[in-house]
């Protein structure tokens, strides 16, 4: 996972956390989460592992938040410096993190389809159940307004609740057809939400209304003439496209979309009107792990790569370029080089939402392949009678 805010970068997976500011001479922020102490005896789960689930920025930059699959949650503040200021014991494993927008709280929503807060300055404050879903929740956003909670789950449904009543359902985004994977608040774009989803579509909606804007099929975005197939791998037939991650940049104009095995990121923009438009692909030469912008014109792309794991690609002379690296980015390079170990393990590169997906039972096929059998043998058994009969009046 790979998340940028107010010049602070984050690199997290398996066990390990790597954090710093983007332009300092400071020395990165290593965090080993096997360091963290486990559940009591008697409440250990025997599957429980060291790894990193979901992690998120507060808006301010000034907290950062993560949990893993022991179902902890662990507050770091990054402001002087990184520290960690609490970890706090979930009752079930994390599927997405968010902040309240005033980072006074922090949102986590589970695999059950319960969203809980935590106080941020209480920090041995138990968490509060704000709402629930019937299905697994895969992402969650809160509304910069303060007043929505917004969720998206296996189910192909978008919820927007009120926070201070979250019983009071004011919208549902409805239109997907397979699993809601992620969901987006651009900057600057008043009561916009994006949407990613396991049918290959990026949707744009007026989330208080639940009207659908846009549906853009990513696999209608062209890949450049020059782009040969052999050298960044074969794209997914058009039932794949699966989306798992969306990034859009400080000022909310720029969106950049990842598509489960796919060698590349999808950009587009996002106009006045508002109108998804000039859709990009940028070929790479590997599958990104994650990508995040620094701003409208630098995009941040974590690799799977031990060599050269973090790269930075910039819009210039008209295209999208990885640039030179320099010494802070040779310096964050060796720092997660020197964690590989522990990172390498989470790095999942298609193939994610293989268990999302719902099977199809065609049972009318196997109801007429049976009906027919039946009326095979009944007229079998008939046949068998007119013979019988033939011979006994013949004997006759």
């Not at 400080?250 to 590349?264: S, T, W």
């Not at 039972?361 to 009326?375: G, P």
């Amino acid at each position: 996972m790979l998340h940028l805010r107010c010049g602070l970068l984050a690199v997290a997976g398996g066990s390990r956390l790597v954090a710093g500011r983007i332009r300092s001479d400071e020395p990165f922020f290593v965090f080993d989460f096997g360091s963290l102490e486990r559940r009591p005896p008697g409440r250990q789960d025997p599957s429980d592992q060291e790894k990193i689930l979901a992690a998120a920025f507060s808006s301010s930059g000034e907290y950062f938040a993560l949990t893993d699959e022991n179902k902890r949650l662990v507050l770091f503040k990054t402001s002087p410096s990184w520290e960690k200021i609490s970890v706090r014991w979930l009752s079930r494993r994390c599927t997405a993190l968010a902040f309240s927008p005033c980072d006074s709280r922090v949102l986590v929503a589970d695999k059950s389809g319960d969203v809980f807060s935590f106080s941020v300055k209480a920090a041995q404050e138990d968490g509060r159940l704000e709402l629930g879903h019937l299905s697994m929740l895969l992402d969650l956003v809160a509304a910069l307004d303060g007043r929505h909670i917004i969720t998206c789950d296996r189910d192909e449904k978008i919820r927007v609740s009120l926070w201070g009543a979250p019983h009071v359902i004011t919208a549902f985004c409805l239109g997907h057809t397979e699993f809601v994977s992620q969901l987006v608040l651009p900057a600057g774009r008043e009561k916009l939400l994006l949407s990613g989803s396991g049918d290959g579509t990026l949707r744009l909606w007026r989330y208080e209304t639940g009207q659908e804007l846009q549906n853009c099929r990513i696999s209608s975005i062209p890949r450049p003439e020059n782009d040969q197939e052999d050298k960044v791998g074969p794209i997914p037939p058009s039932l794949g496209f699966a989306v798992f991650r969306i990034r859009c940049c400080p000022r909310g104009e720029k969106v950049a979309v990842l598509c489960d095995g796919v060698h590349g990121i999808y950009l587009l923009s996002i106009s006045d009107s508002p109108r998804l438009f000039q859709p990009l692909y940028v070929a790479l030469p590997y599958v990104p792990v994650d990508v995040d912008f620094e701003d409208s014109t630098s995009l941040w792309v974590f690799s799977a790569i031990k060599e050269n794991p973090i790269e930075l690609l910039q819009y210039r002379e008209q295209r999208w370029q990885p640039v030179p690296r320099d010494d802070r980015m040779k310096e964050l390079s060796e720092v997660i080089r020197g964690s590989w170990e522990q990172m390498e393990g989470s790095v999942v590169l298609e193939n994610r939402f293989s268990a999302l997906y719902k099977a199809v039972f065609d049972n009318m096929a196997s109801y007429l392949q049976k009906k027919e059998a039946r009326i095979q043998t009944e007229k079998r058994k008939f046949s068998n009678g007119q013979e019988g009969s033939t011979a006994k009046i013949q004997k006759a």
